[in-house]
């Protein structure tokens, strides 16, 4: 992993585990507090049934208070009179009072007659809980609640229910009541998808504002490593040309020192070898044939050096330009080599810079140099041709190519060509395969730089 990677992981982690740990402490805290809430509803919920259950009780007892305490203990009238009342009172379509006496024999149920007369001390709800007996102590011990499972009048659906009971202890009588609570649980129910619908709603908002959080600290370091990209692949750009600026600032100086120095030095010698086989030569003939090699030998070491000169910096690219340069090249290529060079080299004028135009010189050298080691071609086709935009320089060979093998970069190579070329904002390509390979650089005008650079300014 590379060490940007590993700084913009340092950064995004922390805050990814702190907003973390703040998402999983908002949940604990929003459970609980959920939890808390809906208790604390359904509480009050339920208190208030209970309330009710109070007063209807209340209402109830003030109904039938003047004839129970009227009444012997065995008035069987004064017990029909409470019996009646008792069966008449109701509430709502689910609000009625049930008389049981202490030994679990019904004797009041408006909603379920099948019960009257008959001991229900034993049954037990759906839960398994004993309703009567336990109505019945309430009862005993001055009035109280129960929770228990009872079929609802108005739906004919099994329902929890709060029963409220109060003695009659005179008579021996349970008297009781009670309220559905169904609604508390669906109203309770409703309170809980409320408060998980905002608590869902708050962490996706949370996840929002990580996402977009991770997004900013991530875009920023992305930004940042491709802003450091950019300014490292500049400087290497600029870097790699004052390199080749320095390469061809020294092939100019080593060349006029070969030119002015050492090739006339040796000029200088070769004629005075001549002067010495016009003076001795005639006298011996040994030694005119000596020096006659002599002056052979100065005169192949003088072609060599102007050679290599012109190689390093040929004059011509200076004075005549890039067009009799590259035909100058090839001239020389065809001579050197005795390969067939066929060429269509046009002139391209003030297109190109000075130093643009020493970048395709060169090219074009490394690549004649890349047929004569390695192509084993017999022909090579030179073509430099300009429109509007770009000035293109094409070398071509016939030779074997390197379908099955990788290039060798090195030197002056191709890797350096294609640098040469990038740093004008150009295009390089290379299109091999057995039956030759062919070389095409393209820089761009000086005219469709400056627009181009112009555009991306803007």
């Given at each position: 992993m590379s060490l940007q990677r590993k700084i913009l992981l340092v950064s995004i982690l922390p805050l990814f585990l702190a907003v973390l740990g703040i998402g999983a402490l908002i949940f604990n805290q929003s459970t609980q507090l959920s939890k808390q809430q809906?208790?604390?509803?359904?509480?009050?919920?339920?208190?208030?049934?209970?309330?009710?259950?109070?007063y209807y009780t209340a209402f109830a007892s003030s109904s039938i208070s003047n004839i129970y305490h009227s009444a012997r203990q065995n008035d069987a009238v004064a017990k029909e009179k409470v019996k009646k009342i008792l069966n008449d009172l109701s509430y709502g379509p689910d609000g009625y009072?049930?008389?049981?006496?202490?030994?679990?024999?019904?004797?009041?149920?408006?909603?379920?007659?099948?019960r009257i007369g008959k001991n229900w001390i034993d049954l037990k709800d759906s839960q398994d809980n004993y309703v009567i007996r336990d109505l019945i102590d309430m009862a005993k011990q001055g009035g109280g609640y129960t929770t228990y499972v009872w079929e609802k009048p108005s739906s004919k659906e099994l329902e929890k229910k709060i029963g409220y009971a109060i003695g009659l202890d005179k008579w021996g009588w349970m008297v009781g009541t009670g309220m559905y609570i169904d609604d508390v649980t669906a109203q309770v129910a409703n309170l809980q998808g409320d408060i998980t619908q905002k608590t869902t709603q708050t962490f996706l908002l949370i996840l929002v504002i990580v996402i977009a959080c991770l997004a900013i600290v991530g875009g920023g370091g992305i930004f940042l490593t491709l802003q450091q990209h950019k300014t490292a692949s500049g400087q290497l750009k600029a870097l790699n040309?004052?390199?080749?600026?320095?390469?061809?600032?020294?092939?100019?100086?080593?060349?006029?020192?070969?030119?002015?120095?050492?090739?006339?030095?040796?000029?200088?010698?070769?004629?005075?070898?001549?002067?010495?086989?016009?003076?001795?030569?005639?006298?011996?003939?040994?030694?005119?044939k000596t020096i006659s090699r002599g002056i052979a030998a100065l005169a192949g070491a003088i072609s060599e050096v102007r050679r290599i000169s012109k190689d390093l910096r040929p004059g011509m690219l200076d004075d005549l330009g890039l067009?009799?340069?590259?035909?100058?090249?090839?001239?020389?290529?065809?001579?050197?080599?005795g390969l067939t060079v066929t060429t269509d080299i046009n002139p391209v004028g003030s297109n190109l810079s000075d130093e643009a135009k020493t970048a395709l010189f060169r090219i074009a050298q490394e690549a004649l140099n890349n047929i004569t080691r390695h192509a084993q071609a017999s022909e090579v086709r030179i073509s430099l041709s300009r429109n509007a935009r770009h000035v293109s320089l094409v070398i071509a060979d016939n030779g074997k190519g390197f379908a099955n093998q990788k290039p060798k970069h090195g030197g002056i190579g191709l890797t350096n060509m294609a640098e040469r070329v990038a740093y004008y904002a150009g295009s390089f390509d290379i299109s091999t395969n057995?039956?030759?390979?062919?070389?095409?650089?393209r820089i761009a005008t000086e005219s469709a730089a400056e627009a181009t650079s112009q555009i991306a300014a803007e």
């Open positions: 809906t208790a604390s509803f359904e509480q009050g919920l339920i208190d208030a049934k209970k309330a009710e259950l109070r009072f049930f008389v049981y006496d202490y030994q679990g024999n019904n004797l009041v149920h408006p909603r379920q007659s099948f040309q004052r390199i080749v600026e320095t390469q061809e600032h020294e092939r100019t100086r080593v060349a006029r020192e070969l030119h002015d120095g050492i090739s006339q030095q040796l000029s200088s010698t070769k004629y005075v070898f001549e002067l010495a086989q016009i003076q001795h030569g005639r006298k011996n003939a040994s030694t005119g067009a009799p340069a590259l035909k100058s090249l090839a001239s020389d290529f065809n001579k050197r080599t057995r039956k030759g390979t062919i070389v095409t650089a």
